[in-house]
């Protein structure tokens, strides 16, 4: 927790990306967030940048409001889900193409929405934290069916 707080006062909301080491980012987005590696690993320099200021303005602002030993649960885990949604993407064993996931936070639930939309927008599996959600894209990915094959000379005519 300290880690993030000291992040914390490091971040500067002018701070722009021709201006930033990419080291700087990095440490400062994993300190704020810490998600987990493959998730973060999809983000681009000006998602991630964008992310830190957000995240920082509302961390700021519960740390006013609370102070630092009266936040509810970690920096990080109040970061996460000031960002709302996440969207990363999966091999699977039966598709050619990677399978793209979604978690969401939902704050009436108190959990994480995690969807697959490119297979059934209507699945929605409820899991306790990011780490989890990835987990179980993973096994949801390889338990997709198999795409259907087009055969170019079929022309469904006999």
């Given at each position: 927790m300290s880690d993030a707080l000291e992040i914390l006062n490091e971040v500067k909301t002018t701070a722009d990306l021709r201006n930033l080491h990419p080291l700087r980012l990095h440490r400062w987005h994993r300190a704020l967030l810490d998600l987990p590696?493959?998730?973060?690993?999809?983000?681009?320099?000006?998602?991630?940048?964008?992310?830190?200021?957000?995240?920082?303005?509302?961390?700021?602002?519960?740390?006013?409001?609370?102070?630092?030993?009266?936040?509810?649960?970690?920096?990080?885990?109040?970061?996460?889900?000031?960002?709302?949604?996440?969207?990363?993407?999966?091999?699977?064993?039966?598709?050619a193409e990677l399978v793209e996931f979604q978690a969401s936070w939902d704050k009436e639930a108190s959990?994480?929405?995690?969807?697959?939309?490119?297979?059934?927008?209507?699945?929605?599996?409820?899991?306790?934290?990011?780490a989890v959600a990835f987990e179980k894209s993973q096994a949801w990915a390889n338990e997709l069916t198999p795409e259907?094959?087009?055969?170019?000379?079929?022309?469904?005519?006999?």
């Open positions: 590696d493959p998730v973060y690993m999809q983000y681009g320099c000006s998602k991630l940048l964008e992310q830190v200021h957000q995240v920082s303005a509302a961390l700021r602002a519960m740390i006013d409001l609370l102070g630092a030993e009266g936040l509810p649960v970690a920096p990080q885990e109040l970061a996460q889900r000031t960002i709302q949604t996440f969207r990363w993407y999966v091999p699977s064993d039966h598709r959990s994480w929405k995690l969807t697959c939309p490119v297979e059934d927008s209507h699945t929605i599996k409820s899991v306790p934290g990011l259907e094959e087009f055969d170019e000379d079929d022309e469904g005519v006999e």
